[in-house]
C-alpha cells in the first residue's frame, strides 16, 4: 500500500525534472518540490532565470540543484537535459512539463510559422521530452504531471493553435495514461485558468491590457480573481506524490470553477 496521508504528500529523495523552471509555474512548481524534499533537475531557456529559482530551491530544500539551460525545441537539447538528469541522480521518478508559450490569433490572423512554433514548444517538445524520460520512469514506476490549461477543455476565441496544442496535451495524457498503466507509471494533467506570470505579456499583451484582462476576472471567473503559481505548484505537488497513487489519466481544472461557467 503506498505511504499515502501526508498533507501535499511528501517527495524525499524523488527525483523531479522539471521543464520551464526558469519562469512562472514551472519556478513556482520547483520552489514547492524543493520544500517537501524533492532533488530537482530544472530545465529552461533563460540561464539567469534558471539559477535564481536553482538557488532559491536549494536555499527551501536543502538539496542541490541541477540546472540544465536548453531549448526543448531542439532535439539535442531535449535528449541531454534527459540524459544529465540521469546521469547526475542515477534515476528519474517525476516529470512535469511545464515549458509552453502563448500565442493569441484566429484563423484568419494566423500564420503556418507561428502554428508551426507553438504546436513544436506546446505539444512535440513536451512528446519528445516524455518519450526519453519513460523508460526511466517504468525503472522507478514514477509519474508524469503535464500542465495544459483551462483551453484545453473549453474554447474561446483569438486562441486558435493555443486551445488546439492543450487539447492535444490532454489527449496525450489521458493515452499515455493508458499506455503506461500496466508498468505502474501515471500520468496526470493540470488545467490551470488565469495564473500570473509572465506568459500573457510574452504573447504580445501590453500592461494596460493584461491590467484589463486580470480586472476583467472578477466577471468571468466565479471565484473572481486569477490563480497564483503556487495554488498550481500544490496540485502538481500532490499528483507527483504517493497521496495520488490511484490517479492517472486525471485533467484537475485549477482556475477558480471556469471551466463550469458560461457567460450571462
Ligand atoms: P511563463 O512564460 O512564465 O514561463 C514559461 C516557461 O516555459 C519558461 O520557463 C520558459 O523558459 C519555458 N519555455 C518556453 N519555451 C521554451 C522552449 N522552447 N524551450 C525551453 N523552455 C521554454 O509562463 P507560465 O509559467 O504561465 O507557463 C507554464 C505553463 O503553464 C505553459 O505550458 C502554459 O501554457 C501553462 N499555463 C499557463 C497559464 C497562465 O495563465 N499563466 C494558464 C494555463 C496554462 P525561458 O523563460 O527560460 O525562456
Redesign the pocket.
Known amino acids: 500500500m503506498a505511504d499515502i496521508g501526508h498533507g501535499l504528500g511528501r517527495l524525499a529523495g524523488k527525483v523531479a525534472l522539471i ?8 519556478a513556482g512548481t520547483a520552489k514547492m518540490f524543493s520544500k517537501l524534499g524533492a532533488k530537482l533537475a530544472l ?4 540561464e539567469d ?2 539559477k535564481k529559482t536553482g538557488d532559491v530551491c536549494e536555499k527551501l530544500g536543502g538539496n542541490k540543484v541541477l540546472c540544465i539551460q ?4 531542439i532535439e539535442e537539447d531535449v535528449k541531454r537535459i534527459v540524459e544529465e538528469t540521469v546521469t547526475h541522480y542515477g534515476q528519474l521518478d517525476i516529470l512535469v512539463n ?5 500565442t493569441l490569433e484566429t484563423i484568419e490572423t494566423t500564420s503556418l510559422e507561428q502554428y508551426d512554433k507553438l504546436m513544436n ?2 505539444v512535440r ?1 513536451l512528446y519528445h521530452i516524455t518519450m526519453l524520460a519513460v523508460p526511466h520512469l517504468i525503472n522507478t514506476k514514477g509519474n508524469i504531471v503535464n ?4 483551453n484545453g477543455i473549453r474554447s474561446f476565441p483569438n486562441m486558435l493553435t493555443y486551445c488546439m496544442s492543450k487539447s492535444a496535451v490532454d489527449q496525450f495524457t489521458r493515452c499515455c495514461a493508458l499506455d503506461l498503466a500496466p508498468k505502474q507509471v501515471r500520468v496526470n494533467s493540470v488545467n ?4 500570473v ?4 505579456r ?1 504573447a504580445g499583451l501590453d500592461e494596460e491590457t493584461y491590467q484589463k484582462y486580470l480586472e476583467h476576472t472578477k466577471i468571468t471567473y466565479p471565484l473572481g480573481r486569477p490563480g497564483q503559481v503556487e495554488e498550481v505548484a500544490a496540485m502538481i505537488a500532490f499528483l507527483a506524490s504517493e497521496n495520488a497513487s490511484f490517479i492517472t489519466g486525471a485533467q484537475i481544472p485549477i482556475d477558480g470553477g471556469r471551466h463550469v461557467a458560461c457567460p450571462r
Open positions: 521543464t520551464g523552471a526558469s519562469s512562472g509555474i514551472g530545465s529552461g531557456r533563460n532565470n534558471l536548453g531549448d526543448v525545441t511545464s515549458a509552453g508559450i502563448l514548444t506546446n517538445a500542465v495544459s490549461s483551462v490551470p485558468g488565469a495564473v506570470t509572465e506568459i500573457h510574452r
